[in-house]
C-alpha cells in the first residue's frame, strides 16, 4: 500500500488546532487525529494508578512493564473518540485536572517514548485511509518530521483565552449545566496565565518540546477567524502536495 499522506498542525493552547484540523482533516478527505487526546488518556492512566509526575522511574518502569496501558488506548474514527481500556474516555480527559496532570506527565521522556510508536501508527493498517492530519505540540518536528505538510498555528494569548472561555461557555448552554466549569475557567485573565504556564512548560521539555518545524507554514491564528484559518490552511496543504499529484 502506498504510504500515508501526513499533515502536521503544531501549536500552542487555543489556537484552534482541533477545531481547524478536524474540518481540514474533513476538507481532505483524510483522518484527523488529536495526539493531545492520546497524552490525556495516558494521563488518565497514569493518576488512577496513583504515580504522580514527580516519579518519573516508577512511571518509566509502569510504561515499560506488563501493564503498559499505551496498548488499551484507542482513537477510533469515526465520530474521533478515545478509548481506555475499552472505556469511552472521551469526557473524562477534558478535565481541568487532567488538562494540568497531562502537561507535567508530557514533561517525560518516558511518557514521550511511550506514545510516539502509536501516535505514528494510527490509520496505517486501514485501507479506507489516505491521509492523516494529526495536531499536538511536536508532530512536525518529532512524530513526523518527514510530513509532506507542516501548519504552526500562533497568537496573542489574550485572543487565545478569550476564544477558550468562549468555548467553555457554548459547552455548558450545550450541556445545559451551568456548573460545567468553575469561576477560575471562565475568567479571561486567569486563563491566559494558564495557558501561558502551560505553553511555557511545553515549549522549554528537553524532548518533544512546542516548537515550530523550519519548513512548516505560520498562521497567526488571532487575526483570522476559524474559517479563514482552515482556508489558509487548506491553500497551504494544497500547494505543498502539489508537488505530487498522486497525493490529492
Ligand atoms: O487542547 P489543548 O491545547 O488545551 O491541549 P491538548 O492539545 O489536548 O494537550 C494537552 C497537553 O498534552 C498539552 O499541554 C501538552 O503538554 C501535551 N501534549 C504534548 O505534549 N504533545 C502533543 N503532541 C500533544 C499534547
Ligand atoms: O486545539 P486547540 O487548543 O489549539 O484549540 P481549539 O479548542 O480548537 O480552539 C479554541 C477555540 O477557539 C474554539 O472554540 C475555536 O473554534 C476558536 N477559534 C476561533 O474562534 N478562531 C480561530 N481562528 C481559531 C480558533
Known amino acids: 500500500a502506498a504510504p500515508l499522506v501526513r499533515v502536521a498542525v503544531d501549536g500552542p493552547s487555543a489556537t484552534g488546532k482541533s477545531d481547524s484540523a ?35 522511574s516508577a512511571i518509566a518502569a509502569y510504561l515499560t512493564g506488563p501493564e503498559n496501558p499505551v496498548p488499551r488506548i484507542q482513537w477510533t474514527f469515526p465520530p474521533g473518540r478515545i478509548m481506555l481500556n475499552g472505556h469511552d474516555v472521551s469526557l473524562a480527559i477534558r478535565t481541568d485536572e487532567i488538562t494540568q496532570k497531562a502537561s507535567e506527565y508530557a514533561v517525560l521522556p518516558a511518557v514521550r517514548e511511550a506514545l510516539i510508536g502509536l501516535q505514528r501508527h494510527i490509520g496505517v493498517d486501514d485501507p479506507n485511509v489516505r491521509g492523516v492530519v494529526m495536531d499536538g505540540r511536536d508532530i512536525g518536528t518529532t512524530v513526523f518530521p518527514d510530513a509532506d505538510a507542516k501548519l504552526f498555528l500562533d497568537g496573542d494569548v489574550h485572543v487565545r483565552a478569550a476564544r477558550r472561555v468562549r468555548q467553555r461557555r457554548q459547552q455548558m448552554a450545550a450541556a445545559g449545566d451551568e456548573k460545567l466549569f468553575d469561576a477560575a475557567a471562565l475568567d479571561v485573565v486567569r486563563v491566559a496565565e494558564a495557558l501561558a ?4 512548560r511545553d515549549r522549554t521539555r528537553p524532548q518533544g518540546a512546542l516548537a515550530c518545524a523550519p519548513d512548516a507554514v ?15 490552511m487548506e491553500k497551504a496543504v494544497r500547494s505543498r502536495l502539489a508537488c505530487d499529484a498522486t497525493l490529492l
Open 218 to 232: 505560520v498562521i497567526d491564528s488571532a487575526s483570522v477567524t476559524l474559517t479563514e484559518q482552515v482556508d489558509m
Open 197 to 200: 504556564a502551560r505553553d511555557y
Open 22 to 56: 478536524q474540518q481540514l482533516a474533513q476538507r481532505l478527505g483524510f483522518l484527523y487525529v488529536d495526539s493531545g487526546a492520546l497524552f490525556r488518556a495516558l494521563a488518565l492512566a497514569l493518576s488512577s494508578k496513583l504515580l504522580p509526575a514527580s516519579n518519573p
